[in-house]
């Protein structure tokens, strides 16, 4: 073991117990139920109840004509007898061109006019899945395909040349439309970025222009080794955010700077504080007692004293299992995140510490998974088969882990011991889609969890395009908050039925 | 001479199972333009949907996915998000019926993102 100068004060915890997620109460108390954090989502009437529902559907190969896209339903329509007419595909295209300050096929005169570029062309409707991008060819021209819809936010940025962003929101396309977005040499916004001492931060640190607006982000320019930085734009005002490459640790921070043509240019220096990283060493184990081996991990800044900016490490134990970091002084979240396996024998685990100079950690061992064994019912306790039902991790990679019920309406599931969302999905519509918090797995390992399906709120109707029914359909039911309500289908007439939990 | 008799010879048949429909279709590209969700339906002439094990994983990389089950069992799903680690990958989903036969479908995967 090595020497530790360390403060190391919080022990590990699970995540359940960290977390902001606050469960609503109102279980169904069950003699024979698993007690406290087994508890249903709140579906009692709330001012705060969804008034919209978003379908996102993705089509499948029985509608190849179709792009992913979202519909949105309002409160004020029958939700039981709905015809939604998906939006058919228009294709527009375009060649994209740019300023280019030393031409090298035609040296005329530098910059006399654009020259066709590489880049990224985006049309995408914010909050939806209606979209695409495309990269251009090496002559800059593009083509996509995308839903009739409006509203569009289309955005061009250069891949290679640092030329301002191209942004047009609120845009609606047509079949067959030619766009040909032209990105000027725009103005210059520049700056320094150091430390208190003068110092620069070497290699692998990036700034990027971001549009406060549409929240658009230009393309990745390196700060070089001087400290110094140029990126371009276009009047107006600017955020921009700096950032180190993932594994190392440069806070991310965000700054705003407003550039004029009169002006014709702005300046914007970051003063980093004074970065004095310091190694921290150690050993995870994984629940059998073995090194863990190339585990990723996850470093999370909590406080890092007077040091401004954001900060996330991410890195991977050694072969041997040994962390082996840079960090700041500061307190610090750690995540250790076994790749996602059904079969394995690890749960991710999160614990926090103080550091106060070079340190090693305590020997870190994986907790083991748990065994669940659950029944799910209806209103009147029968059992319910065919509910397949889907635990998700809260936090860390969010892995779902999954099972079917049986005839009895049973089921057994091998999940981590980490607070887990669960989702439970009845085959047919009689019962609704119901969520269950369990944020303790393991106060519930001796004793069968008992789940009800709620009664929910019918959903009902059919996907079509023209007179043509949508085949086998995946329609994910997402509500205003942007949270996955459940997840339906369409059958061989482009029907779909699903009972949810929502208030109207 | 007396006759052998032999007693008629049965043989046990497995059918593997179909996917009938997938998100992309087979044979295109999965374009990682944003987060998104591939699927595909099965189905099994000789066993139940239910019974039916799903493996979702990006090959080269050896990841497995996690995934979520369709409602009645009908297919799988698992959501994808922007990652320039899958850039020039291959999603793959094997189908299998718990009877050693299984039926697989794979998308090459084109993730588009600024600045890659």
Known sequence: MRTSALALLLACLP????????????MDARA??????????????????????????YPSNYADDLENQSQELDYRDSWSDLSIDLDETITISGQVSGFDASPYIDIAVPGDEAEPLSATVRAEIPGYITGAAVETDEDGFWELTLPAADDYLFSVIAKEANLPMYVLPSTSFADGDVVNPVLDYGLPIFGLVQQSDGSTLGEDTWVRLVDPETGVSGPAVAVDDSGHYML??????????????????????????????????????????????????????????????????????????????????????????????????????????????????????????????????????????????????????????????????????????????????????????????????????TLAITKYGLTDPAAHADATIFWDLAQGQLIQGILHTDDEPVQYAVVQLVDEYDELVGTTTTNADGQFKARVQLDR | MGCFHW??????????????????????????????????????????????????????????????????????????????????????????????????????????????
């Not at chain 1, 995540?15 to 109102?26: D, I, M, V």
């Not at chain 2, 009645?72 to 999603?91: F, K, P």
Request: hydrophobic share 35%; with cysteine; net charge negative.
């Open chain 2, 7 to 116: 007693p008629p010879l049965i043989l046990e048949t497995n059918v593997a199972p179909e996917i009938y429909a997938s998100n992309p279709s087979a044979g295109e590209d999965l374009i990682l333009d944003r987060p998104t969700v591939a699927f595909v339906f099965a189905s099994d002439e000789d066993d139940p949907p239910e019974t039916l094990d799903y493996l979702w994983w990006v090959e080269g990389a050896g990841t497995i996915l996690s995934h979520d089950i369709l409602p009645d069992s009908a297919g799988s799903s698992v959501t994808l998000t922007v990652d320039t680690a899958l850039h020039d990958q291959t999603l793959r989903v094997r189908v299998a019926d718990g009877k050693n036969d299984s039926v697989e479908l794979s998308w090459p995967i084109q993730v588009v993102q600024e600045g890659l």
């Open chain 1, 15 to 26: 995540l359940g117990a960290c977390s902001n997620y606050e469960l609503a109460t109102g």
């Open chain 1, 232 to 429: 371009r734009a276009a009047e107006g005002t600017w955020l921009v955010h700096l950032e180190g490459e993932g594994h190392r640790y440069v806070p991310t921070r965000t700054e705003t700077v407003s550039v004029t043509e009169e002006e014709g240019s702005a300046r914007l220096d970051f003063d980093m504080g004074q970065l004095e990283p310091t190694r921290v060493y150690g050993e995870i184990f994984d629940a059998s007692g073995e090194s863990a081996s190339y585990l990723p991990i996850r470093f999370t800044a909590l406080d890092i004293g007077d040091v401004p900016g954001e900060l996330v490490i991410e890195r991977e134990t050694t072969r041997d299992g040994e962390i082996d970091v840079q960090l700041l002084p500061g307190t610090w979240q750690l995540e250790a995140l076994p790749t996602f396996d059904p079969e394995g024998e690890s749960s991710p685990l999160l614990t926090t510490f103080e550091l106060t100079g070079a340190a090693t950690l305590p020997d870190i061992t994986l907790p083991g998974r748990v065994e669940l064994e659950i029944r799910v019912v209806d209103q009147s306790d029968g059992p319910v088969q065919g509910v397949a039902i889907a635990a998700q991790e809260r936090g860390f990679d969010e892995g779902i882990y999954t099972t079917v019920t049986d005839t009895n309406g049973e089921a057994r599931l091998i999940v981590p011991n980490v607070a887990l969302d669960v989702r439970l999905t009845p085959p047919d519509a």
């Open chain 1, 32 to 57: 024979d139920t698993a007690e406290a954090d087994n508890e249903a989502s709140d579906t009692g009437a709330s001012s705060d109840s969804p008034t919209l529902l978003r379908l996102d559907v």
